[in-house]
């Protein structure tokens, strides 16, 4: 619960990561986070922004401001003057209410925001038709994350729809208060320890983890980007494969893009350190409120010489397994473990998302999500989004121009999509991962 001293509590580890991020970029918007979802049939308006508004004020993340105290400690605390007051625009009058609309939220998320004083969230409803909605939600990575905002777009439709007569309010979010109580006494726990202890194990040795220095120029800048074209039957492919080796469709994706990029990209040594985001809600409070959850962890991924797909996709199945078990452990605490100091961080690449969740659903309309900021990406990314089913699977690629050429990333965008299709073929669970991803088998 906050501590005494006029309700400021302390920041997890996780936050105090951006904080550190804002002090080296206080004049670059390198981690706000921003969604839109748009809505499209016989919506009530009225309904739509109480539903809006009402959300907003259950998650209290959304008003916390930070603070320098006096001891050099830095501390978090509610300002109701920050709350977000929904603001509604009408732009049907504009000659293209979609690109004004577009220009606005653009315009929103590259605004520099202050920690210290700025409000770190903002909720708008924009009217593009007659029958067109966007909701615009923006918020700050050190309050948020991605799944934060999958928890505000469910609540808000259940309240929307409680609103309309069809179905009850269901619960509120938890308090912001909850999360850090629960932070700090994990931090004291055995479950600490015992975790501490697996991650010190699972990266013995002299594996290197490269490190990213915040205070760089180029740090936040934007890279390369791309969506890549995946077949119509892509998911049905990919969950016939995902069921003949007895692992989920998810974990399968994670792992055969795992083995593309142990061969081709280029880094030190036999073992490529896969990045992967890890939600860390399960029998958390934080399951049940939006705020800075999500871990990253480090997965090793080596190809033995004459490993088949099915042995591989076992193994690491595996290794996925158990440090999901320790997800709880934090990425900056590994850090700390291993000597990592201050101003810097595990450099994240590349990572692998895969994002399964369905748009919000509004009473008769079609719902779209979109998204327009996840904050800074090292590296080589890859990101899959799709319904919780899979389907409308969609595959994007994001690369550091300095690290990666046009034509090299260009190549992935062929390569990758190409070499996902060979591995899904039924006939292709014997075949050595080594083959598989031969690029002239994959070409042909």
Known sequence: MPDQNDGWMPLTLAQLDFWEEFCFHPDKPVSTVAHYVTIEGPADPAALAEAITRTAAEADALT??????????IRQRHEPAHAPRLLEL??????????AAMARMRGDFET????RRDPLSAQWLIRTGETRWTW????HHSVLDGYSMLLLEQRCARLYHHLIGKGPAGESFLPFARFIEEDRAYAQSPGFRTDRDYWAAYLDGDLPLPVLQKGGEDYGTEGLAADCALPGDFPQRMKGCAERLKIGWPDLLVLLSGAYLARRLPFSGATLPLWLPFMSRM?????????????????LVDIPDGETLADHVARLSGDL???????????????????????SRFFFSPLVNVLPFDPPEFDGCICERHVLSNGPADGFNITFRSGVDGSGMSLYLEADPAMTSSAEFERHCRELPAFLLHALDPEKAGYSVEALLDKETVAA
């Open 283 to 299: 029998g958390s409070v934080a399951a049940a409120i939006p705020a800075l959850a999500v871990n990253i962890l480090p997965l």
């Open 64 to 73: 916390l401001r930070f603070r320098e105290m006096p001891d050099g400690s």
């Open 321 to 343: 397994r158990r440090m999901r078990k320790h997800g709880r452990y934090r990425v900056e605490q590994l850090a700390a473990d291993r000597g990592v100091c201050g101003g």
């Open 112 to 115: 520099v925001l202050d920690l």
């Open 136 to 139: 615009y939600n923006r918020g």
């Open 90 to 99: 009408d732009l049907r009058g504009e000659p293209d209410p979609e690109c």
